[in-house]
């Protein structure tokens, strides 16, 4: 009789799916990957099933045809076949891409603007050429976003980062947009991007040349990729999901939500891809991403119960701005994991006598008062705001600092978009602040905090 094989126990049940997904995005472990599917709201544009790019085509399909250039019964479907009978495409899609106000917030899906709002992604590329991802990211980051392009060298960011990310910096890399298939505007020459299966091809080509940029892959690969909408043909997925990856062993580190026909060839040659190479898949990406909102917020209700139960009073209280959270939720968890005692208050809601208490009771038996200094803080003592943090837990460690300041050492910590240099900024500091030494943490790597602190302790 022929040997007979045992099947290991495994192979029929595998599943790759990290459950450890949701930790990763809310540490700012997760790139976020964003495709025309997920756009729009499908309950707003139901003719475009959603779909921003079945948007820009119906759009400069209606121009050719009002143009007389095309006839009503033009068959064309894709702007490869458009451009076949109209070979200045690109200039119809840049005119129709020039009002970047067309595109508002408002019509993109409900679900992915909340999760853009989340601010777990810092680093946002998209395979689309419209400006809606870049009008939410505006929207959110402000004048932090930094916008990239891998077709110019110019435009904006240019086309890669330009430093490699420390990888025991607590602080991540700027807001960033990358356009993977470029990005074209009227007024601005050599912006270019890509429309037909051709400038596919040369992307394609361009990302996987001695010009790519590698600092921002290496960024990548080094993340776990969700992406979302990011709907090809199987082949050209299969070279795209690869450059990302970097290698075959890192494919399955990944999550992919896309809607495919299961009346289409292709798409079911994808599909059996992507469970050939144990890559995450979820067919319905509206809902993958609802299910994550849902995932997220429980996860956060979790994470605020944990943090209560790890803070300690006696030796380091850090006061921050609450939108400053996720960086210095960070910074507590690495100060306790180095056995300091850390008051970190992650409460929403502030004010009162029994939580005025609570705060100057922790702020007193401190040895270590850490603001943290951002561009949140530099708004807020510019346009003068009253903010819980600098009102009153700065005027309690500056009591604090009065009455006996061989007890307490004061240690502002920089964070992203700070000026400490700004004289407008240091007059409106406490004088406690004033009189001390900024710690740049967007400079210094965490362990030369750790430094910076025992010696304060060990004075």
Not at 250 to 277: F, H, M, R
Request: net charge negative.
């Amino acid at each position: 009789m022929a040997k007979k094989i045992i099947r290991p126990s495994d192979i029929r049940n595998r599943d790759n799916r990290n459950d450890e997904l949701i930790p990763n995005i809310v540490n700012g472990n997760c790139i976020l990957i964003v495709g025309s599917e997920i756009i729009l709201s499908k309950e707003e544009f139901p003719e475009y099933d959603g779909d921003s790019h079945n948007m820009l085509f119906s759009n400069v399909r209606e121009w050719l045809i009002e143009d007389n250039i095309i006839s009503e019964g033009h068959k064309a479907q894709t702007f490869t076949q458009l451009s076949k009978d109209f070979n200045k495409i690109d200039e119809k899609i840049k005119e129709l891409l020039d009002n970047t106000g067309q595109f508002s917030v408002n019509e993109i899906c409900p679900s992915l603007v909340q999760l853009v709002k989340s601010k777990y992604f810092r680093t946002v590329l998209t395979t689309t050429i419209d400006p809606y991802i870049y009008n939410l990211m505006r929207e959110v980051w402000g004048d932090e976003l930094r916008v990239m392009n891998i077709y110019c060298d110019k435009w904006e960011d240019g086309y890669d980062f330009k430093n490699e990310i420390d990888n025991d910096s607590i602080i991540q890399t700027p807001p960033t947009l990358y356009y993977i298939f470029g990005k074209g505007f009227p007024n601005k020459p050599g912006t270019r991007f890509a429309i037909t299966d051709n400038d596919y091809i040369e992307v394609l080509s361009k990302w996987m040349s001695a010009s790519a940029p590698t600092k921002l892959l290496n960024h990548v690969r080094s993340k776990r990729i969700v992406a979302l909408g990011c709907k090809f043909d199987d082949w050209f997925f299969r070279f795209f999901w690869y450059l990302m990856r970097g290698t075959i062993k890192g494919l399955t580190d990944g999550e992919v939500a896309i809607s495919l026909n299961p009346d289409s060839e292709i798409d079911n040659q994808l599909q059996e891809y992507l469970k050939g190479e144990k890559i995450h898949f979820e067919p319905d990406a509206r809902k993958f991403i609802k299910e994550t909102l849902e995932q997220l917020q429980a996860y956060q209700r979790s994470e605020e119960e944990e943090i209560k139960a790890q803070r300690r009073h006696g030796e380091i209280f850090l006061s921050y701005a609450h939108e400053d959270y996720d960086i210095v939720k960070k910074i507590f968890y690495r100060l306790t994991k180095e056995g300091y005692r850390v008051w970190f208050d992650n409460e929403k809601l502030k004010g009162g006598n029994d939580y005025d208490r609570e705060i100057r009771e922790a702020i007193s038996q401190c040895r270590i008062f850490i603001p943290v200094l951002s561009s949140q803080v530099q708004s807020d003592l510019c346009s003068g705001v009253t903010r819980y943090y600098k009102d009153t837990e700065w005027s309690y460690a500056q009591t604090h600092y009065n009455t006996d300041e061989t007890k307490i050492s004061i240690l502002p910590l920089k964070i992203l978009g700070y000026d400490e240099r700004s004289p407008g900024n240091y007059e409106k500091l406490p004088q406690c602040i004033q009189k001390s030494t900024v710690f740049n943490l967007e400079t210094s790597p965490m362990g030369t905090l750790i430094e910076t602190i025992n010696n304060i302790l060990d004075k």
